[in-house]
C-alpha cells in the first residue's frame, strides 16, 4: 500500500491528545518511506470550519480526549462532515486515567462509517484537564515511547501488506454508548454544564489568549472576564494563562475535582494498543 500522507488530526485543548497523536503520526512517517506528516488541528471553531480532505494513499491518526467517558458532543457536526474515502485510520482516544468507557469504540466506529479502513487503534493517558495531579504530567516519556513504537508498527503493518482487519476490535458497550455518570459524596449526580471560569482583575494582562484557543469560542476576546458562550470545562484558559489569572471557584466543580483526585490518581493506568 502506497502512502503519501500521514496526518495527525486532533482536537486537544490542553495539548495531551496532541503530543500522542502527533508521537504515533511522526512515528509513522518517518518508517514509511516517501510520506509526509501534516498536522489538521481542529480544536478551535475557525480550525473546525473546513474538514480536511482524505483519500486512498493517507493514513489518518485520530485523536480525541475523552469527555465523561464519550467523543467530545462538540465535535459532531464535523464527525458528521469528515470522509475517509478508503484512507486507513488509526483511532486514538486520551483519558485522565479515570476511564475512557465508550470513547474509543465510539471514534471507531464514527471513523468506521465515514469511510476509514481502521488498523489500529489506542488509549492513552493525559493530565486530567480538571487537575494538576490526576494523570499530572501525562503524556510522560513512557508513554511517547509507546506512542512512537506504535506508530513504528503501523508503518510496518502498511508496507509489508499485511491484512487490515474487516473490524478493529476495541474495548466498550457498542451504540448506544453511555456518558459517565459522575457522582458527588452524596451520591447524586453532579452536573456542572453551566459552570463557567472566573478571572482575577489582578492578575490579568487582558492579553487575550484565552479567548484564542478557547474551542467553544465562548470567551469575550474584547473583554476575557466575560464568558457568554458555553463552557466545557476543557481547561484551555485555565491552564494556559500565564499569570494563572482563570479559575473555577464553582463549589460542584471543585468537589468533583477532589473527588477524581482521591479515587482515581492511582493505579497508575498505562497505554493500550488494539489490532
Ligand atoms: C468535560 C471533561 C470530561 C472528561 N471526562 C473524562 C473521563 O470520562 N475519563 C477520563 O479519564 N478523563 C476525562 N477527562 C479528562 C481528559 O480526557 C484528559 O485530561 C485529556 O488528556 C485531555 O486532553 P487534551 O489535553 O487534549 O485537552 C475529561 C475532561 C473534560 C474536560
Ligand atoms: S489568558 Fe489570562 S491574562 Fe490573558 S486575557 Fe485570558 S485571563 Fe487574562
Ligand atoms: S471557557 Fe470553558 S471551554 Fe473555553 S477554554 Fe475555558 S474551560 Fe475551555
Redesign the pocket.
Known sequence: MDIKKVAAL???????????VCAIAESAARNIAGAECQLANI?TPAMRRETPPFGKGDLVVF????????V?NLLRDFLASIKGNGAIGVPV?????????D?LIELRDIMQENGFRCIAAGA????????YT??GG??DTSDLETAMKFGEEIARKITSGEAIPAELQVPGNPYPYKF?N?KSSSNSSID?RKVKPETDPHKCTSCGLCAMLCPMGAIDPSNCAEVPGIC?????CIKMCRPKAKYFSDPTYLEHKEI?ERN?TEPR?EPEIFW
Do not use: M, Q, W
Open positions: 486532533f482536537f486537544s485543548p490542553t495539548y495531551t491528545t496532541k503530543k500522542v480544536t485523536g480525541v480526549p475523552v469527555y465523561i467517558g464519550r467530545p482516544a486520551v483519558y485522565g486515567n479515570r476511564a475512557y468507557d470513547a492513552f493517558i493525559g493530565e486530567h484537564s480538571f487537575s490526576l494523570g501525562r503524556p459517565y459522575a456542572i466545557i470545562k476543557c481547561g484551555a477524581l482515581f493506568k
